[in-house]
């Protein structure tokens, strides 16, 4: 059976980023510093991946960076229409991002982007 992991490319398009991003926070943030990035689950010819059940962990290295997390940072589009739609729906700010790191913890296969997708859609019906 084959294992599937998330690449660079992976996690930037799961965080709403670039995978030059990626690169940066792996980089700026090696092992054995104040705030290592997490490390790889398995390098193939150099190329790193993790396990999809990671994503959560991946997301709250990043929400704990200056500046962001829960209040902090700028929000991509996607999330930022998300949050939108969530205040229209009387959730406050914490509520919804608890929401969506718990969905995405519950769908790993599913990109940050695919999942503020598809509950705006959800909503919208």
Not at 37 to 50: M, S
Request: glycine share 12%; net charge negative; with cysteine.
């Amino acid at each position: 059976m084959t294992e599937r992991y998330l690449g660079v490319v992976g996690i930037g398009e799961a965080l709403g980023v670039s995978r030059h991003a990626v690169h940066k926070w792996r980089s700026r943030y090696p092992g054995g510093s104040e705030r290592p990035f997490p490390e790889p689950d398995v390098e193939v010819d150099g190329t790193p991946g993790w396990r999809p059940d990671r994503l959560a962990e991946i997301i709250e290295w990043r929400n704990g960076l200056p500046g962001r997390g829960v209040g902090g940072g700028r929000p991509t589009a996607a999330r930022q229409e998300y949050l939108k739609e969530a205040a229209a729906r009387g959730m406050d700010r914490d509520e919804a991002l608890r929401a969506l790191v718990t969905l995405s913890e519950d769908f790993p296969e599913m990109t940050e982007p695919e999942i503020c997708a598809w509950l705006i859609g959800h909503w919208r019906r």
